[in-house]
C-alpha cells in the first residue's frame, strides 16, 4: 500500500510542499510551517504575521498562509506569477489564480536560479536542458525561490 503524501502551503512563496521532504521548517505560535527552501523559512521567521494575515481570494473566501493579495487588476506589470505568467501587477502579493507570490519582473540573479528537472524523476536536477538519464524524458525548467546550496543537492 503506498504512503499517502501530506501536502501543505509553503506560507511565503505558495508552493504545496511534502511534509516528508520540506526542505525547511520553523515553529510559530505553537504550530510548525513548511517551507520548500531555506530562503523562505527566512523570510517567514523574520515577519511571521506578514506571511499569516488573512486574503480575500477573488471568490471572496479568506485565506491564510501565503502573502498578502495586492491589487487584482494588472495595471503595470512590475510583478508576475511564475507559475501563470499571464498574472502581473504592479505590486508585490500572492497570485489570484494559484496563490504563489508574485516575483519580480526582473530577478536578482542571486535569488532566483533556473534549473531543469524530470517531470517523472524529481531527483534529477540538472543547471542545463537535456534529458533525463533514467527515462530519456526531456527536461523542464523549474526556477528555485532562491540561490539555496540545498537545492543544488
Known sequence: MAEQKTMER???CGMEVDA???RARAEHGGRTYLFCCAGCARK?????QQYLKPR????GAMVTGISPAASLSPPVADYVCPMDPEVRQSEPGACPKCGMALEPMIPDAASVKTEYVCPMHSEIVRPEPGSCPICGMALEESR?????AALLD
Do not use: G, H, R, W
Open 56 to 59: 480575500p481570494t477573488p471568490s
Open 10 to 12: 509553503d506560507p511565503v
Open 20 to 22: 516528508a521532504s520540506a
Open 144 to 148: 528555485a525561490c532562491e540561490n539555496d
Open 44 to 48: 517567514f521567521e523574520a515577519a511571521p
